[in-house]
């Protein structure tokens, strides 16, 4: 770890910025939703708060939050609008991750985190629609390669500064590579595309992006690999990304399971709403607990196999749970929460995307066997 500390880096309290943020923008949670349209509001709400730059040592110009509470915070706003909450977590886990190889492996990645404190940047990851195979081309040419591609649910991207993205280089001696860079989004060549029509999380913007012949620099590359390979940049992604990202579904839950029982205390009292009650409540501690064992394990544990197989564990068991909340939580309310205007619908539908990251149940399942039996983590 670097030595050099700062000791009068500013102390904020995140979780207090957070709900001050939510209150703000939980009027236009709603409207997003109905209009397919960007959390623009959310975005400059947190950037004017600071939080795009949080996770970024002190000593490299940021402010030097500690990742338990940027993962509380996300929880927080989240209860009052998802789609923030989650295009957010997606930026967050782009600082988090070489924050921590900053701090724990002297990677060097300075560069990166002084530009997003010193230029609020957001940060647009196309992670989850290349994972471990990657997608598109990357092509040999004098000073670095053309890359042509298409990427998905690239979350944010209406406000995106940089798409931290890869793509598949065909090296002669070494076969096919994934290469991995960030190219600006006024970059010549990339484009976003308005194709972000869907069930829920509706605000995040998770638009597609054409990259078409854009040119990134050999010195913008900043690891190769194996496609369909894990490889430990991708560990440490798994580990530090996830916690951050599920924060914003529990948090969905959670406000899910405060509208039902404002609601629920207000009926007639008798067994079956009692009983209901608690499988929601038996639900929400569930998934609570997978998410402060997410957390923890980010915090404490090695990476490599090991600690991605127990993550995905806990990443199941929490979406699972969170799932579940918003579920029960329509059954304590009745009828009444297939009215738009009490935000229970709304909620279904958004926790349905923590059904979606990777990994899903099936693979994590057969991850997790394969560790279990000793087969290793590539199949």
Same mark, same amino acid.
């Given at each position: 770890?670097?030595?050099?500390?700062?000791?009068?880096?500013?102390?904020?309290?995140?979780?207090?910025?957070?709900?001050?943020?939510?209150?703000?923008?939980?009027?236009?949670?709603?409207?997003?939703?109905?209009?397919?349209?960007?959390?623009?509001?959310?975005?400059?709400?947190?950037?004017?708060?600071?939080?795009?730059?949080?996770?970024?040592?002190?000593?490299?110009?940021?402010?030097?939050?500690?990742?338990?509470?940027?993962?509380?915070?996300?929880?927080?706003?989240?209860?009052?609008?998802?789609?923030?909450?989650?295009?957010?977590?997606?930026?967050?886990?782009?600082?988090?991750?070489?924050?921590?190889?900053?701090?724990?492996?002297?990677?060097?990645?300075?560069?990166?985190?002084?530009?997003?404190?010193?230029?609020?940047?957001?940060?647009?990851?196309?992670?989850?629609?290349?994972?471990?195979?990657?997608?598109?081309?990357?092509?040999?040419?004098?000073?670095?390669?053309?890359?042509?591609?298409?990427?998905?649910?690239?979350?944010?991207?209406?406000?995106?500064?940089?798409?931290?993205?890869?793509?598949?280089?065909?090296?002669?001696?070494?076969?096919?590579?994934?290469?991995?860079?960030?190219?600006?989004?006024?970059?010549?060549?990339?484009?976003?595309?308005?194709?972000?029509?869907?069930?829920?999380?509706?605000?995040?913007?998770?638009?597609?992006?054409?990259?078409?012949?854009?040119?990134?620099?050999?010195?913008?590359?900043?690891?190769?690999?194996?496609?369909?390979?894990?490889?430990?940049?991708?560990?440490?992604?798994? @580990?530090? !990304?996830?916690?951050?990202?599920?924060?914003?579904? &529990? /948090?969905? *839950?959670?406000?899910? %399971?405060?509208?039902? +029982? =404002?609601?629920?205390?207000?009926?007639?009292?008798?067994?079956?709403?009692?009983?209901?009650?608690?499988?929601?409540?038996?639900?929400?501690?569930?998934?609570?607990?997978?998410?402060?064992?997410?957390?923890?394990?980010?915090?404490?544990?090695?990476?490599?196999?090991?600690?991605?197989?127990?993550?995905?564990?806990?990443?199941?068991?929490?979406?699972?749970? @969170?799932? !579940?909340?918003?579920?029960?939580?329509?059954?304590? &309310? /009745?009828? *009444?929460?297939?009215? %738009?205007?009490?935000? +229970? =619908?709304?909620?279904?539908?958004?926790?349905?995307?923590?059904?979606?990251?990777?990994?899903?149940?099936?693979?994590?399942?057969?991850?997790?066997?394969?560790?279990?039996?000793?087969?290793?983590?590539?199949?």
């Amino acid at each position: 770890m670097p030595d050099t500390q700062i000791t009068d880096r500013p102390t904020i309290d995140w979780i207090a910025a957070a709900d001050a943020i939510g209150r703000e923008i939980a009027a236009t949670a709603a409207r997003h939703d109905e209009e397919d349209s960007f959390v623009e509001e959310g975005f400059r709400a947190l950037k004017a708060a600071g939080f795009f730059k949080a996770l970024v040592p002190a000593e490299l110009g940021g402010l030097g939050a500690d990742y338990r509470d940027i993962c509380n915070a996300i929880r927080r706003i989240g209860m009052q609008c998802g789609s923030t909450a989650l295009a957010f977590s997606m930026h967050t886990h782009l600082v988090a991750v070489p924050a921590w190889r900053w701090r724990h492996e002297k990677a060097p990645v300075e560069g990166l985190l002084k530009r997003v404190a010193a230029e609020d940047l957001v940060l647009i990851s196309s992670g989850g629609s290349d994972w471990l195979p990657s997608n598109g081309r990357a092509e040999k040419v004098e000073g670095g390669f053309r890359v042509t591609a298409k990427k998905v649910f690239s979350s944010g991207c209406p406000m995106g500064d940089l798409l931290s993205t890869s793509a598949i280089h065909d090296d002669p001696q070494n076969g096919p590579t994934v290469l991995h860079f960030a190219v600006p989004f006024k970059a010549e060549g990339v484009r976003r595309l308005d194709t972000w029509r869907v069930m829920g999380m509706r605000g995040t913007g998770s638009h597609d992006v054409a990259l078409e012949n854009v040119f990134v620099p050999d010195a913008s590359v900043v690891a190769r690999r194996e496609p369909g390979k894990w490889h430990m940049l991708f560990h440490h992604i798994f @580990a530090l !990304a996830f916690p951050l990202v599920y924060s914003a579904y &529990v /948090g969905v *839950a959670e406000g899910a %399971r405060k509208r039902a +029982l =404002e609601i629920a205390r207000g009926k007639p009292k008798s067994a079956a709403l009692t009983i209901a009650a608690g499988r929601m409540e038996n639900a929400f501690m569930q998934a609570e607990m997978g998410l402060d064992r997410m957390i923890a394990i980010a915090e404490h544990e090695a990476p490599g196999p090991e600690r991605t197989s127990r993550t995905a564990i806990a990443h199941t068991i929490t979406a699972e749970a @969170a799932i !579940a909340t918003v579920e029960r939580a329509m059954e304590l &309310v /009745g009828g *009444a929460s297939f009215y %738009r205007d009490l935000g +229970l =619908e709304r909620a279904f539908r958004d926790v349905q995307g923590a059904r979606f990251h990777p990994l899903q149940e099936l693979p994590q399942l057969e991850l997790t066997g394969r560790m279990a039996l000793g087969m290793g983590i590539d199949g």
